[in-house]
């Protein structure tokens, strides 16, 4: 796992190099076996094709220790520390100029404890509320209370005393708090990984100074990967990665995003979700906005309904395995 792991950051940063071919890879990975990799192919391109095609840190490391691919070959040496003869072009002299982003640089604090492993429980069932804090939070803290069910609520940050003190119940109660988005404006927060770095360390000050908790775990705006971040999102997974915050997208939603929803849209939504999910291990996708008044009135009898068919409710923390969404080009 710690190696892995390394792994995952040690590409996380190279992968930053070659934001400019993610659209040539991203062709490629349509067409390319990506179990055979041709030599030459850059690490970052190897890395972004087994990405997109849903390997993880370990798949990726496992693939590269079979691969026969030279300068694959080199680089897992060079990662083992057991390479023994350096290549000319990497004398001193001549060594490639540092090419980590500058934005690696950028909120020194930010950073976050990376869980070594992670867990998977099954038919255990996640309710996450994103965009809150609101007048509709204190209603769903109550109908949790009454279950004795801890959730996750992904906040938006509000500056507001109100917003704080509404946050400052939700982490008491026992309910993990996760980073959303201050401004949830995709156009201004996907333009660039600092535009995005920026509003999350925004949401995070509000969020510690408010509850004296400091959040391990987020959630993208419109998930992972949007159509607004296509540009950049493996250099944000990447990044938020290296910095050790963990992400959650869903395998259940609501669907109350929308201003239409209604008590019986949600409630199918979900009990359809979850009848989805391989082992009923569902990351639900809820709103605790203001005007989500239908979500307020459905949380209680999705609860009760899920207790009596066996489910047992958790909140997320960073040891549960994520939910996250995979390239589909
Ligand atoms: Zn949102």
Redesign the pocket.
């Known amino acids: 796992i710690a190696i892995a792991t390394g792994l995952a950051i040690f590409f996380g940063v190279r992968l930053l190099i070659n934001s400019k071919d993610a659209e040539e890879v991203s062709v490629q990975a349509q067409e390319t076996d990506v179990l055979n990799i041709p030599d030459g192919t850059s690490l970052e391109q190897v890395y972004l094709l087994l990405a997109a095609n849903g390997y993880s840190s370990e798949d990726i490391l496992n693939f590269l220790k079979e691969n026969e691919s030279s300068s694959v070959k080199a680089f897992v040496e060079d990662f083992n520390g057991t390479s023994d003869d350096v290549p000319a072009e990497t004398s001193a002299e001549e060594k490639a100029p540092d090419t980590t982003p500058e934005y690696t640089k950028l909120y020194p604090a930010l950073y976050a404890e990376a869980p070594t492993e992670f867990n998977i429980a099954e038919k255990t069932i996640y309710l996450t509320f994103?965009?809150g804090p609101s007048e509709n939070t204190l209603d769903i803290l109550e109908t949790l209370d009454k279950y004795n069910i801890k959730a996750t609520f992904f906040m938006s940050g509000s500056e507001t005393e109100e917003g704080k003190k509404i946050m400052k119940q939700v982490a008491d109660a026992g309910h993990t708090i996760g980073v959303?988005?201050y401004k949830?404006d995709y156009e201004v927060i996907y333009n660039s990984v600092d535009d995005y770095l920026e509003d999350f360390s925004n949401t995070y000050n509000i969020i510690y100074d408010a509850t004296g908790v400091k959040p391990q775990i987020f959630r993208f705006?419109g998930g992972s990967i949007n159509n607004y971040n296509s540009l950049i999102y493996h250099q944000l997974i990447a990044e938020m990665t290296r910095r050790g915050f963990v992400y959650y997208d869903w395998n259940v939603s609501g669907e109350d995003a929308s201003a239409h929803a209604t008590w019986t849209s949600i409630y199918n939504s979900i009990m359809n979700g979850i009848e989805c999910t391989s082992s009923g291990r569902a990351i639900i996708l809820m709103h605790d906005s203001a005007g989500k008044e239908a979500t307020v009135d459905t949380v209680e009898d999705i609860i009760t309904e899920l207790i009596d068919q066996g489910y047992t409710f958790a909140p997320l923390d960073n040891s549960v395995m994520p939910v996250t969404f995979t390239y589909e080009p």
């Open positions: 994103d965009d959303h988005s949830h705006p």
